[in-house]
């Protein structure tokens, strides 16, 4: 079951992403199964409900040769903002970290 940001704050949660095929762009999966660019749109899951949604996603994904490399990754909602755990997906997330003014922090 997707959790929504307001619960559980500054737990470990998860999200799963993944890379969308036809452009290489990093997706996340979105309540209701759907996929979107930015983390602040994407589905949260407990660790029990997280993996049943990964086998469900990835097997979707791949199946229509949609996206690649799906996998849930942890994160925290820490004052109402989602922040990864990892700096790799705080990157994947928000893009480069040297020039703010790219990716999608700048379009923030």
Same mark, same amino acid.
């Given at each position: 079951? =997707? @959790?929504s940001?307001? &619960?559980?704050? +500054?737990?470990? !949660?998860? *999200?799963?992403? $993944?890379n969308?095929?036809?452009?290489?762009?990093?997706?996340?999966?979105?309540?209701?199964?759907?996929?979107?660019?930015?983390?602040?749109?994407? =589905? @949260?899951?407990?660790? &029990?409900?997280? +993996?049943?949604? !990964?086998? *469900?996603?990835? $097997?979707?994904?791949?199946?229509?040769?949609?996206a690649?490399?799906v996998?849930?990754?942890?994160?925290?909602?820490?004052?109402?903002?989602?922040?990864p755990?990892?700096?790799?997906?705080?990157?994947?997330?928000?893009?480069?970290?040297?020039?703010i003014?790219?990716?999608?922090?700048?379009a923030?």
């Amino acid at each position: 079951m =997707a @959790l929504s940001d307001k &619960s559980r704050n +500054e737990a470990v !949660l998860k *999200a799963i992403t $993944a890379n969308r095929l036809r452009d290489g762009e990093v997706i996340f999966l979105a309540p209701g199964s759907g996929w979107v660019e930015r983390l602040d749109d994407a =589905a @949260l899951f407990e660790d &029990s409900a997280a +993996e049943t949604a !990964l086998a *469900a996603a990835k $097997a979707q994904a791949e199946g229509e040769q949609f996206a690649v490399d799906v996998y849930t990754f942890d994160l925290r909602v820490v004052d109402g903002q989602r922040v990864p755990v990892k700096t790799r997906e705080r990157i994947r997330a928000l893009g480069p970290t040297v020039r703010i003014d790219l990716g999608k922090q700048a379009a923030a």
